[in-house]
C-alpha cells in the first residue's frame, strides 16, 4: 500500500480466505526517497490538469513505472526477508494522483501487468474503478478488513469506530451495519505545512503542533467547509483541504490549527453514526503523531486507542487490507457496499494479472 500521505510502501503477507483472517504474516515499510516524493507529487499536480481521456503525459508514465518498480522491490525485499515462498497473490492498490468520483473517474497510477512479471506472483491492481464507475465513491475501501478485525477481536465494547489517518483519514464504523466514509484531511495538510516551515516532511510527534496555539477563529472558517455536514457515504481527494486559512499563522500555531482541524473533523464523524460508538481505534501513520492523538481525545466522549493497543499492526492495516481484498476479487467477492461508497449494491471489482502472460 502507498497512500496519499506520499510517505512509502507498506507491504504485508496475509493468510485469508478473503472472509477469515488466519493469520498475519510478515510485513516491512520501505520509505520513499525525497526525489520519489517529489516525483509523485509532480504527477498529483500534473494529474491535476489532464482531461479524462485526454493523452497520459510522460511524466505521468515515468512515474507510473517508477511506483511499479518500487512496489515489486518491496515485495521481492519481504519476500526474501521472510522466506515465506508460497505466496499466491498480490494486491497492488497503486498510487493515487486523482480522485473525482463525481465525475466518475479515480485514477492510481500503477502497472499491474508489469507487477506481476517482475515479482512472478499473480496482482490484483485496480480496485476502485468499478465502484466509480457503478456511481459509487470508490473509497473508503479497507471498511470491510476492518470490519473482519473487529469481528474477532470479542472484547471491544461497541459500535467501534475505525479511524485510519493517512493523507486523508476516514471512519468505519462497525455496530449492526458497517458505515464508512472520509471524514476530512489526515496528516496531508500539516505533511505539507511542515515540509514548507522545517524542510521535514512530517512534524514529528506533534512537536510543532505542540508548541504552537490553536487559532479558534481559523479552525471555525475550516469547520465550515459544506463538506461536513453531506450525509456520507463521501470521499475526499488529497488536495481537497489546502492551507489558506492559516497562511497568516505562523509555522507552530498554523501547524497546531491544521492538527486540531484534523481531530476535530474526525470528531465530527459522530455526527453520522447511527449511535455513538463506544470504542475508538485509530490506526494508519497519523497515530504516531502525539497532538494529534491528544486533540482527538480531547473531542470524542469515549476510549480513544491506537491499534497496538488491541492487538493490531496500526502500520500495516492498509497493506493486509490489499491483501484482503485481492483474495476477495479473486472470488468475486463485493469490495464495497451502499453504507461504505454509495454504490447501488455490493459490488467487487479489481483487475488480475496473471505472472506468466
Known amino acids: 500500500m502507498s497512500g496519499t500521505s506520499l510517505d512509502g510502501v507498506d507491504a ?7 472472509e477469515s483472517v488466519a493469520a498475519p504474516g510478515p510485513a516491512l515499510t ?17 494529474a491535476a490538469g489532464v482531461a479524462e481521456g485526454a493523452s497520459v503525459p510522460q511524466s505521468i508514465r515515468e512515474a507510473d513505472r517508477r511506483v511499479t518498480e518500487v512496489h515489486a522491490e518491496v515485495v521481492n525485499a519481504l519476500l526474501a526477508k521472510s522466506g ?6 498480490v494486491g497492488f492498490h497503486g498510487q493515487t494522483i486523482l480522485h473525482r468520483p463525481e465525475r466518475r473517474w479515480t485514477w492510481q497510477i500503477g502497472d499491474g501487468a508489469l507487477l506481476a512479471r517482475l515479482t512472478g506472483i499473480d496482482v490484483v491492481n485496480d480496485f476502485r474503478s468499478a ?4 456511481g459509487g465513491q470508490g473509497t473508503p475501501l479497507v471498511p470491510l478488513y476492518h470490519a473482519a478485525l473487529v469481528g474477532e ?20 464504523y462497525v455496530g449492526a451495519q458497517i458505515l464508512a466514509f472520509d471524514t476530512g484531511p489526515g496528516n496531508a495538510p500539516m505533511d ?3 515540509l514548507r516551515h522545517t524542510g521535514k516532511p512530517v512534524d514529528e510527534n506533534g512537536a510543532l503542533a505542540r508548541s504552537g496555539r490553536i487559532d479558534d477563529v481559523a479552525l471555525a472558517a475550516m469547520l465550515a467547509n459544506p463538506f461536513f455536514d453531506r450525509v456520507p457515504p463521501k470521499s475526499l481527494d488529497r488536495m481537497d483541504f489546502g492551507m489558506q486559512a492559516v497562511e497568516h499563522l505562523n509555522a507552530a500555531d498554523g501547524a497546531a490549527t491544521l492538527t486540531a482541524f484534523t481531530a476535530a473533523s474526525i470528531a465530527r464523524a459522530r455526527e453520522h453514526f447511527p ?3 463506544l470504542t475508538w481505534i485509530v490506526c494508519g501513520g497519523g497515530r504516531h503523531n502525539r497532538t494529534l492523538m491528544d486533540e482527538l481525545r480531547k473531542r470524542v466522549n469515549a476510549p480513544v486507542l491506537a491499534a497496538e493497543d488491541v492487538g493490531w499492526r496500526g502500520d500495516f492495516i492498509e497493506a493486509e487490507a490489499f491483501a484482503y481484498l485481492a483474495m476477495r476479487s479473486l472470488r468475486g467477492l463485493p469490495l464495497s457496499l451502499p453504507t461504505t461508497t454509495g454504490v447501488k449494491s455490493a459490488i467487487t471489482g479489481g483487475k488480475l494479472h496473471r505472472a506468466d502472460r
Open 153 to 172: 477481536a470479542k472484547s471491544l465494547a461497541r459500535p467501534v469506530a475505525v479511524v485510519n489517518i493517512g493523507g486523508v483519514a476516514n471512519v468505519t
Open 275 to 277: 449511535e455513538p460508538a
Open 192 to 194: 505539507d505545512w511542515a
Open 30 to 46: 520501505m520509505p520513499f526517497d525525497a526525489p520519489m516524493r517529489a516525483m509523485l507529487r509532480a504527477a498529483i499536480e500534473t
Open 131 to 134: 465502484d466509480v464507475k457503478a
Open 84 to 89: 515465506t515462498g508460497d505466496v499466491r497473490l
Open 12 to 18: 504485508a503477507v496475509l493468510e485469508t480466505d478473503g
